[in-house]
């Protein structure tokens, strides 16, 4: 099953062809002006200190107001609302995550950027303006993923717990969500990379500027920004420099995604360790012969489900 | 623990307050995106005419409609799924019928993970310079469609194997007692009792496909064609990207809230009947 290992065999393509392009740029101008404040590909200054200061800032952003939110919905999706209010909250948090960026940022403009504007001052395109977008943005990414983690956590746990007669929420904080820890933070991660690689919307609401901000008014420019809004007109060593930026913005969210997966990986681990017998008796069934097996012999397991 | 002693709340107090907040977060973001959606079709619904849909876009997209972008949206989001569903399917096949968790599953999973967390810029700028570049397709539909089969791959993988998961192993043990060989029961089978979820996983796919921009603005090309394209390596421009254009650079609010409200309508359309089938499959072997 050579198909199995597409996804594999893309992401090693995706490396090759970003680094091809990018990787010479930043060996031949240096690290040190690659990682300068100076951004005037005109003059082969190809410095994106600065737009990796506009990723942290509206990502961290996001995050203020991405986590309090994304978990408190996990948290009543998954432990409080009633069957029938799950049934019906979910589909709406799934759609959230179909609306297309381009959607959002539109929303960002002629909502968003003109009561910034108005209220607020400053030029409206602006740090806050991305971050509250991208706020919004990653939310289905946070949602989902924690309540997979808290779903994770054995019943038993919360029986326990509300025999010993604590409260709903005594149980929630105290028992459920430190179970479900590493779950949480992979999903917390899991949404700074959804928000550190969103595009068109940080295009359409942070202004764009390249330069320091100094206040949550002020324009920046993120990493994605820079490679999308050049990438039109870019030749020669500048279209490199954005495919180093985009090397940059890749090493990102690969780190990003690794640490993920570490912390997943740890709660799968625990939660499946107690079933292992359930694993070999799959592999009986896989290893039985297939033609001729008596009846009866495969039918060993009942453990189709994780 | 000491926090026992200064404590004023009470439990219950607690739990009552902490219902109330959570809730009203919950509350607050339905409301936003109720908003969005209300926001998009309000403004942009009385603007989507049969002339909107009909017609080609004239002066860069201010009057006119947007007819050949959206055969153009169509033609690289069907060219997308169209690759991406055997090479989805034939890994979420591999992933549950033919191996146990080794190293080589932990290998495909986290090519697939990490596939899912790659941002769509880069995406397009891998495309470009792979298939627009390298290999010659130009700004193309096809080379947009293969971006595009690329991104959504992992939205596939994940479905379809949850959906071949989700078939009891009882219809596999019936299949092989029977003398099937194993890859008769999964075909005849496996694949077919699990065919909703597949599906489910092809519609999302498409759902992404349509709403992506980053990706395919560098693939697919974002030149305004008045002809419907005709060939897999004529250059498009699709919805998404149209809107982008028409919303950045101010060219008519009229005809950018009419192609939102478009997508918008779309992808609720495509989620709403990914969902619905995807319930409705679950149910079914629950």
Known sequence: MLLAFSSITILALITLFIFREGAPLMARVGLGNFFSTEWRPGEGLFGISLMIVGSTVVTFGA??????????????????????????????????????SVVYGFIGIVVLLPWIRSNLGGPGASALAASLILGIMVLP???????????????????????????????????????????????????????????????????????????????????????????????????????????????????????????RGRRVKRATAPAAGAE??????????????????????????? | MSTAVRRRVSPRQAQALVSVLLWA???????????????????????????????????????????PIIVGTLAVTLFAVAIATPLGLGTAIYLTEFTRENRFTRMVRFGADSLAGVPSIIFGLFGFVFFVITLGFGWSILAGGLTLAFMVLPTVIRTSEEAIKAVPAGYREVALTLGATKWQSIV??????????????????????????????????????????????DGTRTLSVHFYQLAREGISAE??????????????????SAYTLMNRFIRRYR
């Open chain 1, 63 to 100: 995050l203020v107001l991405g986590v309090p939110f994304g978990l408190a919905c996990a948290i009543v999706l998954a432990e409080m609302a009633p069957d029938r209010a799950r049934t019906l909250l979910k589909p709406v948090i799934e759609i959230l995550a179909g609306i297309p």
């Open chain 2, 25 to 67: 977060m919950m509350a607050t973001t339905v409301l936003v995106l109720a908003f969005i959606i209300v926001f998009v079709l309000q403004r942009g619904l009385p603007h989507v005419t049969w002339e909107f849909l009909s017609q080609p876009p004239r002066a860069s997209g201010r009057e006119g409609g947007v007819w």
């Open chain 2, 188 to 233: 005849k089978v496996v694949l077919p009792s699990a065919l909703p979820g597949i599906v489910t996983g092809v519609i999302l796919g498409m759902g992404r496909s349509i709403s992506e921009t980053a990706a395919v603005i560098f693939t697919a090309g974002s030149s305004l064609s008045q002809v419907v394209p005709t060939s897999l390596f």
């Open chain 2, 255 to 272: 005809k950018a809230y009419a192609s939102a409200a478009v997508l918008v309508l779309s992808i609720l359309v495509i989620n709403v």
């Open chain 1, 141 to 263: 990414t946070i949602i989902g993923i924690s309540i997979d983690a808290l779903q994770a956590v054995p019943n038993s746990y919360r029986e326990a717990s509300l025999a010993m007669g604590a409260t709903r929420w005594q149980t929630i904080r105290r028992v459920v969500l430190p179970a479900a820890r590493s779950g949480l933070v992979a999903a917390i991660i899991l949404g700074m990379g959804r928000a550190v690689g969103e595009t068109m919307a940080v295009i359409m609401v942070a202004g764009n500027s390249v330069q320091m901000p100094r206040s949550p008014l002020d324009p920046v420019r993120t990493l994605t920004a820079n490679i999308a809004l050049e990438m039109g007109y870019a030749a020669g060593d500048h279209q490199a420099a954005l495919f180093a930026t985009g090397i940059v913005l890749f090493a990102i969210i690969m780190a990003l995604n690794t640490v993920a997966n570490l912390a």
């Open chain 1, 280 to 306: 070999d008796l799959q592999a009986a069934r896989d290893d039985a012969p297939q033609g001729e097996s008596p009846p009866g012999a495969p039918g060993v397991t009942g453990t189709q489900r994780p």
